[in-house]
T-cell receptor
Framework: NAGVTQTPKFQVLKTGQSMTLQCAQD?????MYWYRQDPGMGLRLIYY???????DKGEVPNGYNVSRLNKREFSLRLESAAPSQTSVYFC????????????FGDGTRLSIL | KNEVEQSPQNLTAQEGEFITINCSYS?????LHWLQQHPGGGIVSLFM???GKKKHGRLIATINIQEKHSSLHITASHPRDSAVYIC????????????FGKGTKLSVKP
């Protein structure tokens, strides 16, 4: 079972470059999430998609855009990368937005130089 | 916004020891999650609870809603339990976002 798949696993960018982080889930989940994890801090929600066709801002949305391409896929885009966006990014999914466990991908380690 | 505090930040134990990790939060919640982050980085959901106690194998999670406190216990600890354990709370009703603690890094020595 693949679960939640994120690509790429590692990426180095220069300041100002753009890139898209891909996430796909094969569990037929309705809700998907993007988090970032920084040293000494808890995971923080960037954006989420409660269901196909909807997206909403989380705690730290500035500098990011998302697309819920279909029920399976939820991508995160950095239009103009900044060093402050150096982080580990996790995609997660859950059956719905209610009290359900979230299933996480393995993360993308992103460095902005 | 809910403040989620975990203690201790770091914990080293000998194989076989009973381990307790604590989580406290400041505002009423609809559910509390315990997650495990492996040394390789992957995150796995262990428990979701809103009251009482849950058990899975050697792991036990309890929550006291009145005291706004939860504990994660590991019995007969093993080196493979070495990981970061993360507490997260769901605030604002069942549709609220998860607020995560900073995690407790556990190292179990053989």
């Amino acid at each position: 079972n693949a679960g939640v798949t994120q690509t790429p696993k590692f990426q180095v960018l220069k300041t100002g470059q753009s890139m898209t982080l891909q996430c796909a889930q094969d569990m037929n989940h309705n809700s998907m999430y993007w988090y970032r994890q920084d040293p000494g801090m808890g995971l923080r929600l960037i954006y989420y998609s409660a269901s196909e066709g909807t997206t909403d801002k989380g705690e730290v949305p500035n500098g990011y855009n998302v697309s819920r391409l279909n029920k399976r896929e939820f991508s995160l885009r950095l239009e103009s990368a900044a060093p402050s966006q150096t982080s580990v990014y996790f995609c997660a999914s859950s059956w719905d937005r209610g009290n359900q466990p979230q299933h996480f991908g393995d993360g993308t380690r992103l460095s902005i130089l | 916004k809910n403040e989620v505090e975990q203690s201790p930040q770091n914990l080293t134990a000998q194989e076989g020891e009973f381990i307790t990790i604590n989580c406290s939060y400041s505002v009423g919640i609809s559910a509390l999650h315990w997650l495990q982050q492996h040394p390789g980085g992957g995150i796995v959901s262990l428990f979701m609870l809103s009251s009482g106690k849950k058990k899975h194998g050697r792991l036990i999670a309890t929550i006291n809603i009145q005291e706004k406190h939860s504990s994660l216990h590991i019995t007969a600890s093993h080196p493979r339990d070495s990981a970061v354990y993360i507490c997260a709370v769901r605030e604002g009703g069942s549709q609220g976002n998860l607020i995560f603690g900073k995690g407790t890094k556990l190292s179990v020595k053989p």
